[in-house]
């Protein structure tokens, strides 16, 4: 069965860094276009970023565009995302989730949490 | 960025009566190669998000024939016909006709 487990949350500092890891599994991983998602209670759901399946294109929401990075490695089945320079305001759970043309987000890992605080 | 917005933001039910939620876009979310792209997602406490509906009104697969949505251009609709127990949570729509794919604000849905 499809499953995506996310990793690498923590509590950080202002301007600190974090690599979060998506390792998935029950498909295969350079098929499909994936998608990092992110939650807070204040400001709800967030598509964060997006990449396709051979990671040739990449796409950011502004919020993070310039500070966070999305990779993949499709021989290791895995996702990440690259934060830099955090701010409280990245203070969320953060999802990895399929994302294929047509029908998006199809399967969501259990999240992450990443706290930026002092 | 497109405006998704859902009302109502909370919603009580009898269980085995109707539900529905509206979901109302500030652009049209007809994609130029004919397609709309509306999601909804049911986020159960304690759980990540799982799709519903793809496209408006694709049931995805395992969802229970209740579900059903419906609409077009800017105005969509979640129905559930029979409200059961496990229906429990928060229902969100989603665009993703236009980058950056953005989520309404979620309906609360509890049962009397």
């Known amino acids: 069965q499809v499953q995506l487990v996310e990793s690498g949350g923590g509590l950080v500092k202002p301007g600190g860094s974090l690599r979060l890891s998506c390792a998935a599994s029950g498909f295969i991983l350079s098929d499909f276009h994936m998608s990092w998602i992110r939650q807070t209670p204040g400001k709800g759901l967030e598509w964060v970023s997006y990449?396709?399946?051979?990671?040739?294109?990449?796409y950011y929401a502004d919020s993070v565009k310039g500070r966070f990075s999305i990779s993949r490695d499709n021989a290791k089945n895995s996702l990440f995302l690259q934060m830099n320079s955090l701010g409280a305001d990245d203070t969320a759970v953060y999802y990895c989730?399929?994302?294929?043309?047509?029908?998006?987000?199809?399967?969501w890992g259990q999240g992450t949490l990443v706290t930026v605080s002092s | 960025d497109i405006v998704m917005t859902q009302t109502p933001l909370s919603l009580s039910v009898t269980p085995g009566q109707p539900a529905s939620i509206s979901c109302k876009s500030s652009?049209?979310?007809?994609?130029?190669?004919?397609?709309?792209?509306l999601y909804w997602y049911l986020q159960k406490p304690g759980q990540s998000p799982h799709l519903l509906i793809s496209q408006v009104s694709n049931r995805f697969s395992g969802v229970p024939d209740r579900f059903s949505g419906s609409g077009s251009g800017t105005d969509f609709t979640l129905k559930i016909s029979r409200v059961e127990t496990e229906d429990v949570g928060v229902y969100y729509c989603m665009q993703s006709t236009q980058l950056p794919r953005t989520f309404g604000q979620g309906t609360k849905v509890e049962i009397k």
């Open positions: 990449i396709a399946s051979s990671g040739t294109s990449v």
């Open positions: 989730a399929r994302d294929r043309v047509g029908i998006v987000f199809d399967y």
């Open positions: 652009q049209s979310l007809l994609h130029s190669g004919g397609k709309t792209y």
